[in-house]
């Protein structure tokens, strides 16, 4: 159970003639945040559709503990859908109970973990009113409460900060969290960028289909070309101009901001800001995310690249 | 967790699949106003329309006639009359003056005052249609006798002969003297079905399109399969439609039998009921999956009407083509040839079976060709309904959805 993966291997999609997925492969970990971005239409929710088993794939495979997933597997997944979604004429109360029991739960069980999530997201006091009565925050939790009701084994979770204030983002944050911590795989999809840095262990960044990026965030940010900062006061202009693998992005009073190619020295740099007088900061500085995220969407496909 | 004590691997067979989602139809719909109010009307409906009947039945034209002392010995003859005239007549002997009262309150419908030979009627204002009747027939009668007394005749015997005089009579078909029972049981019969396929099948088309709107159905489809949902749907509802048949038949056939209001054999009451029942079952697997279908084609209630109707109206034609042509002429051959194709045998079968008209291989046939068609329509709108319910937005063309993988 601890070391299980879940597996998306090489699935592959097509609506027609547009490819919604190419070989889409990546793995999410036990007890790991994977935080799953790309740009609209990139293939995020058609990926976890697949492996909700809510669509079919035209090939590849989904496994889950080296074997490949199954309905049953599947009724441990919890899933949130990007389209929120709850009967809005049922009682909180009895959705939960409805939607844990479809997940295999007897009923007296689904009912106390009805109960206790809605205890735990703070909506036991709405437990017997239609959803369609609540707030549009308690709705989202509601929903939550019904991803996380027959205690998954996997979460599969699109988008579920969008919408959210920044006290139910916390919230969320904290369960997805603590669920990892039991040794959950999560995966989230998300394109609040700095949110996914800070909480996810390993992202993948999807376009058009493809997984064109996958690891840990620091490692990911590590890949990019570096940056130097440099604040040296009496610095003439040009005093970076000729250094091997160097080049100036900005100048402005007295700072300098370099990029440095792979393999270029940035001791040699700091040698040549220091023979110009003195060197109050000299910083390396890494790509975020969202500029790393920036550089792969923006770059041109291997199609366009060849046209 | 309060759950610690669940460790199963998440197991569900797929029947257990659809019961749960045959019990939440269930559970939500009985309780539900409209199920609660619905029913509620058309039972006042039928104890009212029974009450009705027997309210009509035991008061059918009973008139009563006052005589005077004087007028007393005319007793058999107006008697004689209103039997001839088809009118219930009783007579009654009172005094001239309290008879006149009587007729201004309504107590007596007329008097006959003056003497034997020459009464004179007394009504409050005009004759119903039926004594006028009576007493012109009396009139003939009265002058009659007199003609026959004067030529020496015996006006009695006279009268006894006209009375039994009669012309034998050769029946190429049998009657049947519950006939009209039988028409009004058979249409009662089919607009119970007609309207709780109408209520209960656009309720599918209705559910089906709930879940697609508010977009609980890939909550649900990463649970079930497409066919467990559609399937628990239909059942559900099916059960709930069921529970009113069953509650308008048990009322009707109660109230009716309690009441004397049919006046036709329990048997065949009871008969018609279990067929209705039969029927409804038939006709709604086959409208439901073809509404489900349907539903699931469009992803918001305003757009429901363009896809229901179509389907809605393969209710409504037989239905109104049964009605019409039914009871006019039971043993038609339109009639019989109708019954026996599967889109109107649910409606015009039934009619036929009450009224005794059906052929035992002919319900037989019936049954086989719709249960046929039921089979191959849970097929195909299975298909439609797979391809469509997840199709958000604008409407899913009927053959996109046939085609697609």
Same mark, same amino acid.
């Given at each position: 159970?601890?070391?299980?993966?879940?597996?998306?291997?090489?699935?592959?999609?097509?609506?027609?003639?547009?490819?919604?997925?190419?070989?889409?492969?990546?793995?999410?970990?036990?007890?790991?945040?994977?935080?799953?971005?790309?740009?609209?239409?990139?293939?995020?929710?058609?990926?976890?559709?697949?492996?909700?088993?809510?669509?079919?794939?035209?090939?590849?495979?989904?496994?889950?503990?080296?074997?490949?997933?199954?309905?049953?597997?599947?009724?441990?997944?919890?899933?949130?859908?990007?389209?929120?979604?709850?009967?809005?004429?049922?009682?909180?109360?009895?959705?939960?109970?409805?939607?844990?029991?479809?997940?295999?739960?007897?009923?007296?069980?689904?009912?106390?973990?009805?109960?206790?999530?809605?205890?735990?997201?703070?909506?036991?006091?709405?437990?017997?009113?239609?959803?369609?009565?609540?707030?549009?925050?308690?709705?989202?939790?509601?929903?939550?409460?019904?991803?996380?009701?027959?205690?998954?084994?996997?979460?599969?979770?699109?988008?579920?900060?969008?919408?959210?204030?920044?006290?139910?983002?916390?919230?969320?944050?904290?369960?997805?969290?603590?669920?990892?911590?039991?040794?959950?795989?999560?995966?989230?999809?998300?394109?609040?960028?700095?949110?996914?840095?800070?909480?996810?262990?390993?992202?993948?960044?999807?376009?058009?289909?493809?997984?064109?990026?996958?690891?840990?965030?620091?490692?990911?940010?590590?890949?990019?070309?570096?940056?130097?900062?440099?604040?040296?006061?009496?610095?003439?202009?040009?005093?970076?101009?000729?250094?091997?693998?160097?080049?100036?992005?900005?100048?402005?009073?007295?700072?300098?901001?370099?990029?440095?190619?792979?393999?270029?020295?940035?001791?040699?740099?700091?040698?040549?800001?220091?023979?110009?007088?003195?060197?109050?900061?000299?910083?390396?500085?890494?790509?975020?995310?969202?500029?790393?995220?920036?550089?792969?969407?923006?770059?041109?496909?291997?199609?366009?690249?060849?046209? | 967790?309060?759950?610690?004590?669940?460790?199963?691997?998440?197991?569900?067979?797929?029947?257990?699949?659809?019961?749960?989602?045959?019990?939440?139809?269930?559970?939500?719909?009985?309780?539900?106003?409209?199920?609660?109010?619905?029913?509620?009307?058309?039972?006042?409906?039928?104890?009212?329309?029974?009450?009705?009947?027997?309210?009509?039945?035991?008061?059918?034209?009973?008139?009563?006639?006052?005589?005077?002392?004087?007028?007393?010995?005319?007793?058999?003859?107006?008697?004689?009359?209103?039997?001839?005239?088809?009118?219930?007549?009783?007579?009654?002997?009172?005094?001239?003056?309290?008879?006149?009262?009587?007729?201004?309150?309504?107590?007596?419908?007329?008097?006959?005052?003056?003497?034997?030979?020459?009464?004179?009627?007394?009504?409050?204002?005009?004759?119903?249609?039926?004594?006028?009747?009576?007493?012109?027939?009396?009139?003939?009668?009265?002058?009659?006798?007199?003609?026959?007394?004067?030529?020496?005749?015996?006006?009695?015997?006279?009268?006894?002969?006209?009375?039994?005089?009669?012309?034998?009579?050769?029946?190429?078909?049998?009657?049947?003297?519950?006939?009209?029972?039988?028409?009004?049981?058979?249409?009662?019969?089919?607009?119970?079905?007609?309207?709780?396929?109408?209520?209960?099948?656009?309720?599918?088309?209705?559910?089906?399109?709930?879940?697609?709107?508010?977009?609980?159905?890939?909550?649900?489809?990463?649970?079930?399969?497409?066919?467990?949902?559609?399937?628990?749907?239909?059942?559900?509802?099916?059960? /709930?439609? +069921? #529970?009113?048949? =069953?509650?308008?038949? %048990?009322?009707? !056939?109660? *109230?009716?039998?309690?009441?004397?209001?049919? @006046?036709?054999?329990?048997?065949?009451?009871?008969?018609?009921?279990?067929?209705?029942?039969?029927?409804?079952?038939?006709?709604?697997?086959?409208?439901?999956?073809?509404?489900?279908?349907?539903?699931?084609?469009?992803?918001?209630?305003?757009?429901?009407?363009?896809?229901?109707?179509?389907?809605?109206?393969?209710?409504?034609?037989?239905?109104?083509?049964?009605?019409?042509?039914?009871?006019?002429?039971?043993?038609?051959?339109?009639?019989?040839?109708?019954?026996?194709?599967?889109?109107?045998?649910?409606?015009?079968?039934?009619?036929?079976?009450?009224?005794?008209?059906?052929?035992?291989?002919?319900?037989? /046939?019936? +049954? #086989?060709?719709? =249960?046929?068609?039921? %089979?191959?329509? !849970?097929? *195909?709108?299975?298909?439609?309904?797979?391809? @469509?319910?997840?199709?958000?937005?604008?409407?899913?063309?009927?053959?996109?959805?046939?085609?697609?993988?």
């Amino acid at each position: 159970m601890v070391d299980a993966r879940l597996e998306i291997d090489a699935v592959s999609k097509r609506y027609g003639d547009v490819v919604a997925l190419q070989d889409m492969t990546f793995d999410v970990r036990a007890g790991e945040l994977f935080g799953f971005v790309g740009s609209n239409g990139a293939g995020k929710t058609t990926t976890m559709r697949i492996v909700l088993g809510v669509l079919a794939a035209d090939s590849g495979q989904v496994r889950w503990d080296s074997e490949p997933i199954t309905a049953d597997t599947r009724r441990r997944i919890g899933y949130m859908p990007e389209e929120r979604g709850l009967y809005p004429k049922m009682k909180v109360g009895e959705q939960l109970t409805y939607l844990a029991e479809l997940h295999g739960m007897p009923r007296a069980v689904a009912r106390a973990a009805a109960l206790q999530w809605a205890e735990q997201l703070g909506i036991a006091g709405r437990f017997g009113d239609e959803v369609q009565k609540l707030s549009l925050g308690n709705q989202q939790r509601v929903q939550l409460a019904a991803a996380l009701v027959h205690d998954p084994r996997i979460l599969v979770l699109d988008e579920p900060f969008s919408g959210l204030d920044p006290v139910a983002v916390d919230v969320m944050s904290e369960v997805l969290r603590r669920k990892a911590e039991q040794g959950i795989p999560v995966v989230f999809s998300s394109h609040q960028l700095d949110l996914v840095e800070r909480l996810c262990d390993r992202v993948g960044i999807v376009r058009s289909g493809q997984m064109v990026a996958c690891g840990p965030v620091d490692e990911l940010r590590d890949t990019g070309t570096a940056r130097l900062s440099v604040l040296a006061p009496d610095a003439p202009a040009g005093w970076a101009d000729g250094l091997p693998g160097v080049t100036v992005v900005e100048a402005r009073r007295g700072r300098t901001t370099l990029s440095l190619a792979t393999g270029a020295d940035d001791q040699a740099v700091l040698a040549a800001a220091l023979a110009t007088g003195p060197v109050h900061e000299f910083a390396r500085q890494r790509p975020s995310l969202t500029e790393l995220f920036r550089n792969v969407v923006s770059a041109p496909t291997a199609e366009e690249a060849a046209s | 967790m309060s759950n610690a004590q669940y460790d199963g691997p998440g197991a569900l067979s797929a029947a257990g699949g659809v019961r749960l989602i045959a019990r939440r139809e269930l559970a939500t719909r009985l309780r539900a106003k409209s199920f609660l109010i619905s029913t509620a009307i058309i039972v006042v409906f039928i104890i009212g329309y029974l009450v009705l009947m027997n309210f009509i039945g035991s008061t059918s034209s009973s008139s009563t006639v006052g005589l005077t002392a004087q007028t007393s010995s005319l007793s058999t003859a107006v008697l004689a009359s209103g039997k001839a005239t088809g009118q219930d007549i009783e007579t009654r002997t009172v005094s001239e003056k309290a008879g006149r009262e009587q007729v201004a309150d309504g107590k007596l419908d007329v008097l006959l005052v003056g003497t034997a030979d020459a009464p004179t009627i007394v009504v409050k204002k005009q004759l119903s249609s039926g004594l006028t009747n009576t007493f012109h027939v009396f009139a003939q009668q009265q002058a009659l006798g007199a003609q026959i007394d004067r030529l020496g005749g015996d006006p009695a015997k006279v009268q006894q002969a006209m009375a039994t005089a009669q012309l034998p009579v050769q029946r190429l078909q049998s009657v049947d003297r519950y006939q009209v029972q039988r028409i009004v049981l058979g249409v009662i019969a089919v607009v119970l079905i007609y309207m709780s396929l109408m209520i209960n099948g656009q309720a599918v088309a209705a559910g089906v399109i709930e879940e697609k709107s508010s977009r609980v159905v890939e909550l649900l489809l990463a649970t079930v399969r497409p066919w467990q949902l559609m399937a628990g749907k239909v059942l559900g509802i099916a059960v /709930v439609g +069921l #529970v009113q048949m =069953v509650i308008f038949a %048990v009322v009707g !056939v109660g *109230l009716g039998l309690a009441t004397g209001a049919f @006046a036709i054999p329990a048997g065949l009451i009871t008969g018609a009921a279990v067929w209705a029942i039969v029927w409804y079952v038939i006709g709604f697997a086959m409208y439901a999956v073809m509404l489900a279908a349907a539903g699931a084609l469009v992803s918001r209630q305003e757009d429901a009407n363009a896809v229901v109707t179509p389907v809605i109206m393969l209710i409504v034609v037989p239905a109104v083509i049964g009605w019409s042509l039914i009871p006019a002429n039971p043993d038609g051959m339109a009639g019989r040839v109708l019954s026996l194709i599967p889109l109107f045998s649910p409606m015009i079968m039934p009619m036929r079976i009450s009224l005794g008209v059906a052929a035992p291989w002919e319900i037989a /046939v019936s +049954l #086989v060709l719709s =249960v046929a068609l039921v %089979v191959a329509l !849970v097929a *195909l709108a299975g298909r439609v309904y797979r391809n @469509a319910v997840l199709r958000t937005g604008a409407r899913v063309r009927l053959v996109d959805a046939l085609r697609a993988a």
